[in-house]
């Protein structure tokens, strides 16, 4: 089992460029989530699908924040613009369907730097 | 109001110490409670799940009240390998989101 991969570990741009944070999730879970990690708000959900449908997005700060899940082994996170409040650990997580004890893997993460 | 809340700590032990924290949650519909852990710069992995009568896993112990609305941890004998920080988790059935404490920090020393 080679787990939730994500990519790439560490990130660094500039204010204003894009940002593309990708994650495959492990083989089989029906549930991919989006987290950031930060000292000030912890882990906050920022979107969650279920079968390549997105749920709930909620979280998703604003409107410079999108995702995709174009198949159950891809999904991507793209801040365009970003800027420097972006700068956080980004984790994609996954879980299989329909068990209310079900855990999250969590990937490595992708630590995000913007200057 | 958060809707999950922790000590950040940090506590810190001895080895072989008993040490125990607490998180409170806010939602009293609240149905899954987990304890996960992380180490420093890593991912938050599951450490174990919370059941309403209370479990065990080794050194570990969870406990849940409802009628008050927190979960606790407690860990005997205390290694240097437990120094982490452990987040509690709550989730509600209807849907998959889980709400993360802002963790507990533990720091056993030799």
């Known amino acids: 089992d080679a787990g939730v991969i994500q990519s790439p570990r560490h990130e660094v741009t500039e204010m204003g460029q894009e940002v593309t944070l990708r994650c495959k999730p492990i083989?089989?879970?029906?549930?991919l989530f989006w987290y950031r990690q930060t000292m000030m708000r912890g882990l906050e959900l920022l979107i969650y699908f279920n079968n390549n449908v997105p749920i709930d997005d909620s979280g998703m700060p604003e409107d410079r924040f999108s995702a995709k899940m174009p198949n159950a082994s891809f999904s991507t996170l793209k801040i365009q613009p970003s800027e420097p409040r972006d700068s956080a650990v980004y984790f994609c997580?996954?879980?299989?369907?329909?068990?209310?004890?079900?855990?999250?893997?969590f990937g490595n993460g992708t630590r995000l730097t913007v200057t | 109001r958060k809707e999950v809340e922790q000590d950040p700590g940090p506590f810190n032990v001895p080895e072989g110490a008993t040490v125990a924290f607490n998180c409170t949650y806010s939602n009293s519909a609240s149905q899954s409670f987990f304890w996960y852990r992380q180490d420093c710069r890593k991912e938050p992995k599951l450490l174990m799940s919370?059941?309403?009568s209370g479990n065990e896993d080794g050194r570990f112990t969870a406990q849940l009240n409802r009628a008050s609305q927190y979960i606790s941890l407690l860990i005997r004998d205390s290694k240097l390998s437990d120094s982490a920080t452990y987040l509690c988790v709550v989730s509600r059935s209807n849907d998959y989101k889980l709400s993360f404490g802002a963790g507990t920090t533990v720091t056993v020393r030799a």
């Open positions: 919370v059941y309403s």
């Open positions: 083989s089989g879970h029906d549930y």
């Open positions: 997580a996954s879980s299989s369907h329909g068990q209310a004890n079900s855990p999250l893997h």
